[in-house]
């Protein structure tokens, strides 16, 4: 058996192994097996869901064996699906987990008593660490059950769709709008009881090809383009309370905008004209403007603050998403205080969105080590105290842009390994979710 203690002493990952040995029933008599049969397995206690166990069959010599689990004394027999086997119980209590090999000579089983209790030592929940503002999980509509179901509902009061509220899937051609997928995360989270900021009406990365060539004149574009904000917004009106109306206009390293679809068939105010699309579909949504890089490219902070300015005047914004993708070296304290300078003395909300910090921006290793593991847990403290230190009324959220570091949308955009986010693979939190806590703690 051995206990595996996080550094922060907040959490504890239990790992318990044990094995038996195969004997033959009559060792005259039965030749030996080419391997020898061990048959054993490893058992994680959820730290999300404590009656949650997950269970590794480590057996060896058993390959073409049928084996099967029992997670109660007496209770059905499941059969191992070669990988982790999950089992969730009802109830607190101690239960007898049995595996079962059927061996020629006969069964042979491992089997230990593990306790699961309705309040083990659970880690604080990042939702619980402050009344202040709310804490995002940017979710995929195949990625809300089993374990990722428990850390959302658990630590999460806010959700946005990684992909899946974009015009390319939520549009995919003219006249027809497929929200099967956006309507299965609202749905998820108002069941649960979550904000859900939505995420993105206008981005020029994800426009469908109809859009892109579009055959009517810039005035039935236009007009196109209102009624796709007015059917969406109409739609989620009441459950998702924010937008991001227009993402990412701005060119990087310059006050230029880009010179997308929508500003040369709409014209230069193209942002105004659908932010005023946006206020008159859904009067009581809050309207974001949301870009990446306005901590360090001064700018692109510069235009961005001119558009905001100038939706401002005609009331037509209400908050400023800051996209976090940042990595443990850059940008500074320093940078990130400046949009939260700006967007204070805006009298704005403030979202620190996409958060995801990277580990290996210079590709120099090849494995998730403690040092670096130490980086991100202080770049992560760093950027939610920068957050909390501001006032109250220009708190929004902060949403992690992805849940495992397997899942980061970084590892295709770099082509590099990364471990930027704050589960690992193993839905285990990392050091960088303690610094989350502990920015947060009195
Ligand atoms: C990314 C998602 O993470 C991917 O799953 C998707 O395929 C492409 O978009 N800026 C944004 C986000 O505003 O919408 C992007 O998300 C990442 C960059």
Redesign the pocket.
């Known amino acids: 058996m051995k206990y595996l203690l996080n550094l922060g002493g907040i959490c504890v990952l239990l790992v318990i192994s044990f094995t038996i040995f195969a004997c033959s029933k009559d060792d005259d008599s039965t030749p030996e097996p080419p391997t020898p049969i061990i048959v054993s397995f490893d058992v994680i206690i959820s730290q999300q869901n404590s009656l949650r166990v997950t269970v590794n069959n480590t057996s060896t010599g058993v390959n073409g064996l049928n084996s099967y689990w029992q997670f109660t004394e007496n209770g059905p027999v499941v059969s191992d699906q070669a990988g982790p086997e999950m089992h969730l119980y009802d109830a607190a209590g101690e239960y007898l987990i049995t595996l079962t090999v059927e061996a020629p000579d006969g069964d042979i089983q491992a089997s230990e008593i593990v306790t699961v209790t309705d309040d083990n030592e659970m880690h604080p929940a990042l939702k619980d660490a402050t009344d202040k503002f709310s804490v995002g999980m ?1 979710v ?1 509509s195949n990625r809300m059950d089993g374990q990722h179901g428990d850390i959302l509902v658990r630590e999460f009061n806010n959700l946005t769709a ?2 899946e509220m ?1 015009m390319n899937i939520m549009y995919p051609s003219e006249g027809n709008y497929d929200f099967t997928a956006a309507d299965a995360i609202v749905d998820y989270g108002v069941t649960n009881d979550m904000d859900i900021h939505g ?2 009406l206008i ?1 020029h ?2 426009i469908p090809d109809w859009v892109d060539n579009f055959s009517g004149t810039d005035q039935e574009f236009e007009d196109m383009i209102e009624d796709y904000i007015t059917t969406v917004m109409t739609r989620y009106a009441g459950e998702v309370r924010s937008w ?1 109306v227009v ?2 206009a701005i060119e990087d390293g310059s006050n230029q905008l880009r010179n997308s679809v929508f500003r040369q068939r709409m014209g230069d105010d193209y942002i105004s004209k659908c932010y005023q699309f946006a206020r008159n579909a859904d009067p009581d949504a809050l309207l974001f403007y ?1 870009d ?1 890089n306005l901590t360090f490219d001064v700018g692109k902070q510069a235009a961005m603050f001119d558009i905001v300015d100038d939706l401002a005047s005609q009331n037509l914004i209400d908050g400023v998403g800051a ?1 976090m ?1 940042i990595d443990i070296f850059f940008p500074s304290s320093a940078q990130i205080q400046s949009v939260v300078d700006g967007t204070v003395s805006r009298g704005l909300k403030m979202h620190f ?2 958060l995801d910090v990277r580990v290996n921006p210079n590709n120099d290793i090849t494995s998730f080590t403690e040092a670096r593991a130490i980086a991100q847990q202080n770049k992560v403290r760093e950027v939610v105290e920068i957050y909390d230190a501001m006032p109250d009324v220009n708190k929004f959220a902060i949403t992690i ?2 849940m495992r570091d397997t899942e ?2 970084l590892i ?2 770099w082509g590099q390994p990364d471990w930027p986010l704050l589960y690992d693979v193993a839905f285990q939190p990392k050091r960088a979710h303690t610094g989350f806590l502990e920015a947060l703690e009195d």
Request: negative net charge; hydrophobic residues 30%.
């Open positions: 940017a995929q990684e992909y974009k995420h993105t981005w990365n994800a991001d993402n990412e949301n990446y996209q993708h969105a996409e842009w992805g980061t949308w295709d955009f």
